[in-house]
């Protein structure tokens, strides 16, 4: 059977790419985006399968109604999937206050406003799944990345606790964590004013490795939407779903080394519980 569904980002990059794999299969697509008139050809190949809003997602008010427009005239959505958002670049220092606030309410607050606004809506149908593509940095951290660290982790936190707490409801969460995947991601980085006194630091060899090309790459934008479609088709998905080798790769090391560092503080830990 087909379904119906939400993609926040659609103008580009695998919200784009997700919109056309799902209209090319049967499905009806409610695609929100910043900018009119980018998904023109695919509204005119598909019709009323495709229905195009726009959406900014640091308004509030507007996510409220556009969530309510694509329930009230699709009738239902079975999946919304939460992929709007871009990177902010730069040491924590060399980053401006508008740019921190704008990295937070488009990719940490304007997720968690998507979510709540739907949620009220997958209740009244009696159910649904919504997919929230977050990043291997959401359990990892590179440097010169703080702020888009901070928005991937802190909706982890969001989703996990809110997924406990519609799950008695029917309602589901996938947070996909991919990789660095070939897409348009690196072109639309928002970059903060480069101070020298970091060109000796790790911030330094990651801007550079930016720069020269020898930031390895690896994932595959179509099969990493692929693989998003058939989790958000299986029955039973898991809560986290790493896309790509260096994100399976990247996430394994890291909750590894978290663990160790763990159980090297039980002792402490213990020590701290009344008698």
Do not use: C
């Not at 509030?60 to 709007?84: C, H, K, L, P, Y």
């Not at 730069?90 to 508008?98: P, V």
């Not at 969460?173 to 903060?192: H, K, N, R, S, Y």
């Amino acid at each position: 059977m087909s379904k119906t569904w939400l993609i926040t980002g659609a103008s580009s990059g695998l919200g784009r790419l997700m919109t056309e794999r799902l209209l090319a299969r049967g499905d009806r697509v409610v695609a929100t985006l910043r900018r009119e008139g980018v998904l023109d050809e695919l509204q005119q190949a598909h019709g009323e399968r495709l229905l195009v809003l726009k959406l900014d997602l640091t308004d509030v008010a507007g996510i409220r109604e556009v969530t309510r427009q694509a329930f009230g005239r699709m009738g239902r959505i079975d999946v919304v999937v939460s992929n709007a958002g871009y990177g902010l670049f730069g040491a924590a220092e060399e980053l401006s206050d508008e740019q921190i606030d704008h990295q937070i309410a488009t990719n940490l607050t304007g997720s968690i406003q998507l979510i709540r606004a739907a949620l009220p809506h997958l209740r009244a149908q009696g159910g649904g799944r919504i997919v929230q593509v977050s990043s291997e940095g959401g359990q990892k951290a590179y440097p010169n990345f703080s702020l888009y660290h901070a928005t991937k982790w802190g909706i982890e936190g969001f989703v996990e606790s809110t997924a406990q707490e519609v799950a008695p409801l029917g309602i589901d969460f996938i947070l996909v964590e991919p990789g660095p995947t070939a897409t348009d991601f690196a072109a639309g980085l928002v970059q903060g004013t480069p101070l020298e006194v970091y060109d000796a630091t790790p911030a330094g060899d990651v801007r550079r490795a930016l720069a020269d090309g020898s930031f390895e790459i690896k994932g595959d934008a179509a099969r990493t939407v692929d693989a998003m479609i058939t989790a958000a088709d299986a029955p039973k998905p898991p809560l986290r779903l790493a896309l790509g080798s260096t994100a399976y790769t990247g996430i394994k090391q890291a909750l590894e080394e978290r663990l160790q560092t763990l159980e090297a503080q039980r002792e402490v830990a213990f020590s701290a519980d009344a008698d």
